[in-house]
């Protein structure tokens, strides 16, 4: 063989060598801008979440886990009396000291007051999501001024942030009255420095009503699939993108409320909501693997109990988490609020700390 075709040989060799590390190097720099756009994504993600009085303990394991990745924390504390006075229960007074000292650590997180509409009654009974308590309070501007005033007390002396309603099953015929009391306590809470959030339910009727302007209003989008419905998923892609679409009408800022964990239902109709970390632990002994649902990105499998039952699981892992979030914010909803803390997997305590 001639010098002359060598080198050709050599040449040609070379240009293909560098050409390849050329389109090696494109293709690692894509692959690194995009981490990076999604990277970018997930921090511009304002989170919340919830702790509850009857989980809390698991619940300030996990919120002292992810204090940077949280922007303020709902403490679900308030309920009421039968005398539509508001109620602490003894393991929430129990539990807030705690609360407030893990909010300070790390990156500060702001904490919030929740009132929830349940009421509990002397003999240990309780009715949740009472409507009656709404209408009671919501009646007249005497009540309603009563009312405001015994919340920003509350609010005050406890040394909240802000404040967070949530009144669910409203009659259709309070829905002006509690519209009007939003907008008082708005002004109230604004006097103070203290912010309002305002939880909404699927069910309310927002294309209707003439929400006003100044609180934070938060979708529930979950129980899709629940005690009262077959086996499926807290949400999927198409009921969190109706309901991004629906908030539209909604004015200022708008935050999709999320749940983690999931339902299990066994073959007697029993229906038990449960944890992420005990999905997880039941998915052990499954008949099968854990599939993952594509319409909403949920895992699901069906386990042999302890009672000799057949149940079924569905439940969020990080995975479905991620998947929720990204068609909220395509939908065009940029803050989440996470229902709630407590028994979240490691995968999920990442995510949301990062």
């Not at 995009?34 to 394991?61: F, H, M, P, Y």
Request: hydrophobic share 40%.
């Amino acid at each position: 063989m001639s010098n002359i075709k060598k080198r050709s040989i050599i040449l040609t060799a070379l240009l293909i060598v560098v050409c390849i590390t050329l389109v090696w190097y494109m293709m690692k720099w894509n692959d690194i801008e995009s981490l990076e756009i999604v990277d970018a994504a997930n921090k511009t993600t304002e989170l919340t979440a919830w702790v509850v009085d009857w989980q809390w303990e698991s619940g300030l394991e996990d919120f002292r886990r992810m204090t940077d990745g949280l922007s303020s924390v709902q403490v679900f504390a308030a309920y009421f009396d039968e005398n539509a006075k508001l109620h602490f229960t003894d393991r929430m007074t129990k539990a807030m000291p705690e609360i407030k000292e893990a909010s300070k650590q790390g990156s500060y997180v702001d904490l919030d007051l929740t009132i929830v509409n349940d009421r509990l009654n002397r003999d240990g009974t309780q009715i949740q999501k009472d409507p009656s308590i709404v209408s009671r309070l919501m009646a007249t501007d005497d009540s309603r001024t009563k009312h405001i005033m015994e919340i920003k007390n509350a609010v005050i002396q406890n040394g909240f942030h802000g404040l967070e309603i949530d009144y669910e099953r409203i009659d259709e015929k309070d829905w002006d009255n509690f519209l009007t009391f939003i907008h008082t306590l708005y002004q109230h809470m604004e006097q103070e420095g203290k912010s309002l959030r305002i939880v909404l339910e699927p069910r309310a009727p927002i294309e209707e009503l003439a929400l006003p302007k100044g609180p934070t209003y938060v979708m529930m989008a979950y129980n899709l699939y629940g005690t009262n419905t077959e086996p499926g998923p807290k949400a999927d892609h198409a009921f969190i993108e109706e309901l991004a679409h629906r908030m539209q009408k909604v004015p200022g800022d708008k935050i999709m409320a999320l749940s983690v964990g999931g339902f299990d239902w066994a073959s007697d109709g029993k229906v038990t909501a449960v944890t992420e970390k005990q999905a997880a632990d039941f998915a052990i002994s499954s008949i099968e693997p854990p599939k993952r649902d594509k319409a909403s990105g949920s895992l699901y499998f069906d386990y042999m109990g302890e009672d000799g039952q057949k149940h079924t699981v569905w439940y969020a892992d990080e995975e479905t988490l991620s998947q929720w979030v990204a068609v909220a914010k395509k939908a065009g909803i940029e803050k989440i609020a996470l229902w709630r803390l407590g028994d979240m997997g490691e995968g999920t305590l990442q995510y949301v700390n990062r």
